[in-house]
């Protein structure tokens, strides 16, 4: 099946500083890729779908100019917290699909502190 | 607005027997859906699906049930297996809206040998 990586997989930063989350299709060219976000106990919650090539388009509520995404080629996407504060802390998951796949495939996840 | 909710936080179920989970959405817009599989600290791995013209969906193990008009979909896992442990989520979304998903606050299934 189509592999989905994420890196780092845990970092912990301090507050004020900003953190790049790098997701690579490993196996297919990833037309959109999406990021999501999920709190303890709670359901993935949709941050931003990323097209390759455009900008992305976030959902309401998700501030764009403190999580930047940029979707350089078809297999890579980067998700950069800026300005990092405790809040921030949670688990970040991308996911990746190809045209006629309806199936997203996603990354492992990445673990952020901001201590 | 939670647009896809799974009403059951947890689920236990005997070794052998039927684990059923169940999602409800309130878009009736929608029509696909997906159910995932997740470990802890580990990305969702797909299951199953369903498009809305369908059903049942049968994969091995793994029945999706979608009753349209109530907005209901289920998942049937016969016979559970302990590794079948796990976070089940259920997602929905629209063919033509870029393949965007709404997901479930997930079930826990303990599968007890």
């Known amino acids: 099946g189509a592999v989905v990586s994420q890196h780092p997989s845990r970092v912990i930063c301090k507050s004020g500083t900003s953190v790049k989350i790098e997701c690579r299709s490993l196996?297919?060219?990833?037309?959109?890729m999406f990021w999501y976000r999920q709190f303890p106990k709670k359901s993935l919650m949709l941050m931003a779908t990323?097209?390759?090539?455009?900008?992305?388009?976030?959902e309401q509520g998700v501030e764009k100019d403190k999580f930047l995404i940029n979707h350089a080629s078809l297999t890579l996407s980067t998700l950069t917290v800026t300005s990092a504060h405790p809040e921030d802390s949670s688990f970040y998951i991308c996911s990746a699909i190809s045209g006629g796949l309806y199936e997203q495939y996603f990354g492992p996840g990445t673990r952020l502190t901001v201590t | 607005d939670q647009q896809v909710k799974q009403n059951s936080p947890s689920l236990s179920v005997q070794e052998g027997r039927i684990s059923i989970l169940n999602c409800d959405y309130t878009n009736s817009m929608f029509d696909y859906f997906l159910w995932y599989k997740k470990y802890p600290a580990e990305g969702p791995t797909f299951l199953i699906s369903i498009s809305s013209i369908k059903d049942k969906n049968e994969d091995g193990r793994f029945t999706v049930f979608l009753n349209k008009s109530a907005k209901h979909l289920s998942l049937h896992i016969v016979p559970s297996q302990p590794g079948d442990s796990a976070v089940y989520f259920c997602?929905?979304?629209?063919?033509?809206?870029?393949?965007?998903?709404?997901f479930g606050t997930g079930t826990s299934l303990t599968v007890i040998p």
């Open positions: 196996d297919f060219q990833a037309t959109t």
């Open positions: 990323s097209n390759e090539g455009s900008k992305a388009t976030y």
């Open positions: 997602a929905a979304g629209r063919y033509n809206t870029g393949n965007q998903f709404y």
